[in-house]
């Protein structure tokens, strides 16, 4: 299948009254940031719309949520349009699939590799940094004068998946938006300080109990490590709080792949993957069930954490060969 036009896009979203917004599971700042900014978008054009989550908005993306997000999947019963942003698949809302499909119409705008075209409208981009770059093109065919808040929120969306403009998917196109984004008169500074300088002290703990656990591989070119429920638990922390610990390995000098299992409540292993510069590690979670970008995946297993670890470890060598 091949992408729709945003001018296609602009006219299902037009003709809609009561749309939901799905992010994926375990928000980060692009899934919440594009779902914010397009709700604000679309509420100021009078539609009825909310951005519908399944899990808690991590504490230092929550100045995003300016009465957006709900839990209540009832909150619309019969939505004209569900739309998925920065979403690959319906897994990745899989408590929401019921809500989703009351939903006469569907949409998905999303920047990863994997993506599958699922919706009835799709716009994919692999080569954006984020999909909030989309998001903002979106807003603009619409005809949408983009206020501080929606731009803050977009502004958020690209810095955490640009790793705050370092990362190999960082283009100028990112930069251009964000330049844009400075003349409607966002305060940069103020999002970089609620996303990167606003930690509490347990996920301090937590990043150094996971950190300890990490084991290299492949003569150091690899490196996995992981976080257990029970350290959690004597931590005080909450497993988002670990969010961050897969770029501090693959910061690692020397390491090529970075992996870190997250062991969840019912004993499922929620995997991140990171590269450098040279290893596809989308195509290691496709293999395992999941998905995502070249330099950044991940993939859900059903299996023990020593399992899974021996796994990873064997994958991480076969990759970096």
Do not use: W
């Not at 705008?109 to 716009?123: G, M, P, S």
């Not at 803050?152 to 964000?178: P, R, V």
């Amino acid at each position: 299948m091949k992408n729709n036009t945003f001018q296609e896009l602009a006219e299902v979203l037009s003709s809609a009254r009561q749309i939901l917004i799905y992010p994926h599971v375990n928000m980060d700042g692009d899934a919440l940031g594009s779902a914010a900014a397009l709700c604000k978008g679309l509420r100021s054009m009078g539609k009825e719309c909310h951005v519908l989550i399944e899990d808690d908005i991590p504490a230092n993306l929550a100045f995003l949520d300016q009465g957006y997000c709900t839990f209540d999947q009832n909150v619309i019963t019969a939505p004209d349009l569900s739309v998925c942003v920065d979403c690959g698949d319906p897994s990745r809302f899989e408590r929401r699939q019921a809500a989703f499909e009351k939903s006469s119409k569907s949409m998905c705008i999303d920047h990863h590799e994997t993506t599958t075209f699922y919706c009835n409208y799709n716009y994919v981009d692999k080569d954006a940094a984020a999909t909030g770059e989309l998001i903002y093109r979106l807003l603009q065919t619409l005809g949408i004068a983009l206020d501080k808040e929606m731009g803050e929120a977009i502004f958020a969306a690209i810095t955490t998946d640009t790793g705050n403009f370092q990362y190999s998917n960082t283009s100028k196109e990112s930069h251009l938006i964000a330049a844009e984004l400075y003349d409607i008169g966002i305060d940069a500074n103020k999002v970089s300080v609620e996303i990167y300088e606003n930690m509490r002290i347990e996920k301090l703990l937590i990043e150094n109990m996971a950190l300890a656990t990490m084991s290299t591989v492949a003569g150091g070119r690899g490196v996995i490590a992981y976080v257990t429920q029970d350290m959690l638990s004597e931590s005080g922390a909450l497993m988002e709080e670990t969010e961050g610990v897969v770029q501090r390995l693959r910061s690692i000098s020397g390491v090529e792949v970075a992996a870190f299992l997250k062991e969840t409540k019912d004993g499922r292993i929620k995997l991140s993957l990171r590269s450098k510069s040279c290893v596809d590690v989308a195509r290691i979670a496709s293999e395992l069930g999941g998905g995502g970008h070249i330099r950044a995946a991940g993939a859900t297993l059903t299996l023990g954490l020593s399992e899974a670890f021996d796994l990873l470890k064997e994958k991480i060598i076969k990759s970096i060969g």
